[in-house]
């Protein structure tokens, strides 16, 4: 499958389910105190590199994003579906919610402090994460913080419904923390910590703090 069929297959399929995600997802952050306190470390570690934009990557209904404004964060959402960005544009009235793929990641170099990819990695074939965290580190500045989650294991399966009911044809991959932080070490940044968990938020969650290094 080339990059253009299975990007256009995961943005029809979100902007399908956009209003239904909305409704289904809306609490999950506050079903999830071990998510939350990764998300406030984050923004510890933002604010400690001296503030400034901070990118939640694959943002969707922008519920993280919201979230992270709530900590104090310059935070901004991008997301491959238009669906789901008029969904967060509405959630969340003035806050910046940017349209674009994390394949082709269209913000400068160095320009945001930290990046959160909240379980949006899960749908980016193997082949193209090198490229993807390559994206993530050129628009990081160095020592900024890098937070990613993901559903661990070793498989990967097609969606073909969800949130509702609603058709979808996406991949999910479920990726072990050895292979994800492996990726990480070769794309430049610096692991720090990095846990599994079992929460609202997946049946076996991976979290991981990384830094880009200079």
């Known amino acids: 499958m080339n990059t253009d069929d299975w990007l256009a297959d995961t943005r029809t399929s979100y902007d399908t389910v956009a209003a239904s995600y ?3 997802t809306r609490h999950l952050l506050d079903e999830t105190p071990e998510e939350r306190a990764a998300l406030t470390l984050f923004a510890d570690l933002a604010r400690a590199q001296g503030g400034g934009l901070v990118a939640d990557v694959g943002c969707g209904t922008g519920r993280v994003t919201g979230h992270l404004r709530n900590l104090g ?3 901004f959402g991008i997301d491959l579906s238009p669906g789901m960005i008029d969904v967060a544009r509405r959630e969340h ?14 913000l400068a170099d160095a320009s945001v402090t ?3 990819a909240w379980y949006s990695l899960i749908h980016i074939p193997d082949d193209e994460i090198s490229s993807v965290l390559a994206h993530f580190r050129r628009v990081l ?4 913080p890098l937070l990613l989650s993901f559903h661990v294991g070793d498989e990967s399966r097609l969606k ?10 996406v991949y ?8 994800t932080i492996a990726w990480l070490n070769e794309a430049g940044f610096a692991v720090e910590t990095h846990k599994t968990l079992t929460s609202a938020e997946s049946k076996l969650g991976g979290i991981i703090l ?4 200079p």
């Open 172 to 179: 999910v991959h479920r990726r072990q923390h050895d292979q």
């Open 160 to 169: 073909t419904e969800g949130y509702g009911g609603h058709p979808m044809k």
């Open 114 to 116: 930290g990046l959160v």
């Open 93 to 106: 009235p003035g806050v910046r919610f940017d349209l674009g793929s994390m394949t082709d990641l269209a």
């Open 210 to 213: 990384a830094r880009r290094q």
């Open 22 to 24: 909305a409704e289904l």
């Open 141 to 144: 500045r160095p020592g900024g």
């Open 73 to 75: 964060l310059d935070a």
